[in-house]
């Protein structure tokens, strides 16, 4: 099989790559409520601070034997989570440097131990807490095709950290599916929660405790800086992407699939354009979650930076529009039939009147004819909306909200684009002229 | 965990420990403890402004984001015609990523609606991921040199040249400088940024500034303390501090001290136990500094709220049973009586003990056999006590339109931290209204 100009070979390939994906599934779903709680560092303290957990494990055990290390972990990774709290509580110190002090000064014992761990002629790698190790995951005996594969010989080969990754995600969708909704209340209204009967500090908690099981399962495959990454950025991108939790959940999870494996392919695939070695797979992982997250951040059809622009300028654009036939209005008002072009475009950009001129013209709304422009009775009864409704906010905001007459004007000039409108008043406006009638 | 310590540092003579400590050692030792010195007192100053704005987390994601600049500053040098080696070189290029990493941070909170945190987490880990393939790129693909590219990553003291330590100096220095000279102005924006825009404070200019303080003193603590613990040095000495004042200029000297005990120690005990990696040793050191602080630092420590809390639930235990006593009518409390009131408030008999070890300390009761018997202090607060009661359930029920039967349970709450002054006007008040005053000759303070 190959993918672009990569060989996939079963034996280098499948199960980094099923490391890879399952890590990222697992952090991806739980990030939905750390980036919704405001909690996202604490996956990056927790990922930190396991380190010293690994090596005191590793110490007294004296063995690379999983379970102990997993449990040291673990139990560093509450630590995390209760230290954090109690800086925050008992020293009163803000969050953000509660998590930096707890993290930071774990850690730092965790590199001291590592030392005095080699010290002791005990091979331990921090290297590898950081990069991971997904490169190491070979299948030796793998046959050539993927059809000769006999499932038998697939699971006895599957190694151990991928087994434990299986067993998080599991655990984690199981999680996910039995508690959603408490999951969704205590995110986004705790109290709630608390008064409907699942207490919000346990909601937060159990959530703590899944994060740091989650990291401590990923991150010996595919090192702590790549569970940092999957824990905040899919559920990032698929926050951008829309407003609904559950579709969030889906999106985020498929993201984080397509993240993983795009990532693994994009490790040798692009050096390999050059003819280079392939580079550090988890690293391309988290730079390729990145890249996910920046097209949303541009192309999100909901939030997106171009979207965004576009309706800005259809928005300006419209405003412009409605005020030439305003403009054109109130020169009717006072008896002259037509306005030259350039008086319309005194304090107006040209290019925007020309363009705004156009428009109009096509649906009708203006006649221009030797340079000057007329409306049209079209044109007429859409400027005679706008200026009964930029008159009634006059008179509301003189009259409701108590402005001078000579200080509503610019804020009618605003308000008047709102579908909005204000309340029925008079027949006159602040200023004396006629409010036109409706329709 | 001392014993692991303790092999660690077998050989090593009191002898050694002094001379290192007053810096009588090698040229090069010397002057790499001077230098982390300098920028853990560099870090203390300008970290304490970081923790004061609330951007003590931003300097984590600006430290991780040097790293892809370090690899790609190796990597391209050659096409400058610098020599990638050269420290220098690599400190540009973790500059430039650095900001850059800053820059993204303010962009994703500028275009999007994710919060700070999510920005940070998100910068500190795609900037990483880039430097750990940029740095495996290297490795694979131009090999020869790059072996000290991962120093930087946990920091290597020990190596530095002498050269690099002046450079790290430079660099720290000019920071603590800077940051003295724009003291006011980090003040200022620190504490009310919106009132220093509206006198006309330049404040994003004064939070670039800032920043810039920042990103010199992580850049220059790069190489001796590495790029994942030096947030620390920035994070922890401030907070340290936080606890034992309540004044800015103190918070920052105490903050520039902390940091730069912290750089002196690690960097010496680093230098005598050449198995203890500086970075780490720096940042323990700090968090020992952090951990004494909060909890013996004398007014927000954690031991100094707990005796508070405990000395004012013991004046408020023993005010009960004066009370109670003055109630009886009676100067003597039997070893019964004393468990009866302790079953009403619910104490544990370790506290109802401790409750009669403070009434007998503070000469209001002396002990006897069975029980304790009222000195005239005791019975005056008694008195005193049981007036503040009286006073309470009859300003609660015409003021404050409490049911008579709801009144007694709120009145145990609120008597105890009754002013004198206000007694006095209480007292007028019912006065004028000619309420039924319980007698209090003579007690009134």
């Known amino acids: ?60 055990t004296s063995s690379r034997g999983s379970l102990a290390m997993f449990i040291g972990a673990t139990v560093a990774g509450l630590a995390t989570v209760v230290l954090v709290e109690a800086v925050k509580r008992l020293g009163r110190v803000e969050s953000g440097a509660a998590m930096g002090v707890v993290f930071s000064v774990l850690f730092a014992l965790g590199v001291l131990l590592i030392e005095v761990a080699s010290a002791r002629g005990v091979d331990l790698d921090a290297d590898c807490v950081l990069h991971g190790q997904l490169e190491t995951l070979v299948w030796f005996s793998a046959p050539d095709h993927l059809s000769d594969v006999a499932l038998g010989d697939l699971l006895r080969a599957v190694p151990q ?99 993983a494996s795009g990532g693994y392919i994009a490790a040798a695939a692009v050096p390999g354009i050059w003819g280079k070695e392939e580079v550090n797979a988890a690293g391309s992982m988290s730079v390729f979650a990145g890249l996910l997250l920046a097209i949303a ?75 000057r422009v007329v409306l049209t009775d079209r044109g007429r009864r859409v400027a005679k909306a706008l200026i009964r409704r930029h008159r009634l906010w006059e008179h509301y905001l003189v009259d409701e909200a108590g402005l001078p007459p000579d200080h509503v004007h610019g804020t009618a000039e605003l308000l008047e684009h709102l579908e909005t409108l204000p309340p029925e008043g008079p027949q006159v406006d602040p200023h004396g002229r006629e409010i036109p009638g409706d329709g | 965990m001392l014993g692991t310590l303790a092999s660690a540092g077998g050989g090593v003579t009191v002898g050694e420990i002094v001379e290192t400590l007053l810096l009588r050692t090698g040229f090069n030792t010397r002057m790499v403890i001077a230098g982390t010195t300098l920028l853990g007192i560099a870090s203390g100053v300008v970290g304490a402004f970081a923790m004061l704005r609330k951007r003590s987390l ?63 987490g998100i910068v500190l880990s795609v900037f990483f991921g880039a430097g750990v393939v940029a740095l495996s790129y290297v490795q694979v ?27 790290m100096a430079v660099l720290a220095s000019g920071a603590l400088i800077a940051s003295i000279a724009l003291f006011k102005e980090f003040t200022l924006v620190c504490f009310n940024d919106s009132f220093a825009r509206v006198d006309g404070w330049p404040v994003s200019a004064i939070d670039l500034a800032m920043m ?50 912290s750089g002196y120690l690690g960097a010496a005990i680093s230098a005598l136990l050449p198995r203890m990696p500086a970075g780490a040793v720096i940042v323990l050191t700090a968090g020992v500094a952090f951990g004494v602080s909060m909890l ?80 005239e202090r005791g019975r005056r607060r008694g008195r005193q006590v049981s007036r503040n009661h009286a006073l309470w359930e009859q300003y609660l029920v015409s003021y ?13 709450l609120v008597e105890h931290v009754l002013s004198e002054e206000l007694i006095r006007d209480l007292e007028k008040k019912l006065a004028q209204r000619g309420e039924a005053l319980p007698s209090g000759s003579g007690v009134t303070a």
């Open chain 1, 1 to 60: 099989m190959s993918v672009g100009p990569v060989e996939f070979d079963l034996a280098r390939d499948l199960f980094p790559l099923a490391a890879g994906v399952l890590a990222a599934l697992g952090c991806g779903l739980l990030g939905n409520f750390l980036v919704l709680r405001r909690l996202s560092l604490m996956g990056d303290a927790i990922s930190h601070s396991v380190l010293p957990g690994l090596v005191i494990a590793f110490l007294v």
């Open chain 2, 400 to 412: 404050a339109d409490i049911a008579p039967s709801h009144v007694d349970w709120s009145v145990d």
């Open chain 1, 297 to 371: 951040v541009v192309f999100s059809s909901r939030h997106g930076v171009v979207v965004r622009r576009l309706r800005q300028r259809r928005l300006a654009r419209a405003v412009v529009r409605e005020d030439l036939l305003a403009t054109l209005y109130r020169a009717s008002e006072s008896g002259r039939p037509g306005t030259a072009i350039t008086t319309l475009s005194e304090g107006r950009a040209p290019r925007l009147v020309r363009a705004a001129m156009r428009v109009s013209e096509r649906r009708g709304d203006v006649r221009v004819a030797d340079g």
């Open chain 2, 58 to 120: 931003m300097t984590d994601a600006l430290s991780h984001a040097t790293l892809p600049g370090i690899a790609l500053a190796f990597l391209f040098a050659p096409v400058f015609g610098l020599a990638s080696r050269s420290l220098a070189v690599l400190l540009i290029g973790a500059t430039v990523t650095g900001v850059l990493g800053v820059l993204c941070v303010q962009a994703i909170l500028r275009l999007t609606r994710l919060q700070e945190d999510a920005a940070i």
């Open chain 2, 141 to 167: 693909n131009a090999p020869s040199g790059s072996a000290g590219l991962n120093a930087f990553i946990f920091g290597q003291a020990a190596t530095m040249q002498a050269r690099d330590v002046m450079l």
């Open chain 1, 161 to 259: 950290e991928v087994t434990t990754l299986g067993i998080m995600v599991v655990v984690v969708l199981a999680f996910l599916g039995l508690f959603f909704k408490e999951l969704r209340i205590a995110a986004f209204d705790p109290a709630l929660s608390t008064t409907q009967g699942f207490h919000a500090g346990i909601m937060h908690y159990a959530l703590m405790v899944l994060v740091a099981f989650a990291t401590v399962a990923s991150f010996e495959a595919v090192g702590s800086i790549l569970v940092i990454a999957m824990l905040i950025c899919p559920a990032s991108t698929a926050r951008l992407l829309t407003d609904r939790l559950r579709t969030q959940v889906w999106l985020s999870a498929a993201i984080a699939v397509l993240t």
């Open chain 2, 212 to 261: 810039a303080m920042v990103v010199l003193v992580t850049v220059a603590g790069l190489q001796a303390v590495g790029l994942i613990l030096v947030v620390a040095l920035l994070i922890v000495p401030p907070v340290a501090a936080r606890f034992w004042t309540e004044r800015l200029w103190l918070l920052v000297v105490l903050s520039a001290l902390f940091g730069g005990a």
């Open chain 2, 296 to 375: 013996f630092a004398p007014s927000r420590g954690v031991v100094a709220g707990a005796l508070r809390r405990l000395r004012l639930r013991l004046r408020i235990a023993s005010d009960h049973v004066l009370e109670a006593a003055h109630d009886a009518g009676a100067d003597r409390i039997e070893r019964v009586t004393m468990r009866e009131i302790a079953d009403l408030h619910g104490w544990s008999a370790w506290f109802a003990w401790v409750v009669r070890r403070w009434l007998i300390g503070a000469r209001m009761a002396t002990g006897t056999r069975d029980g304790i018997v009222l000195q």
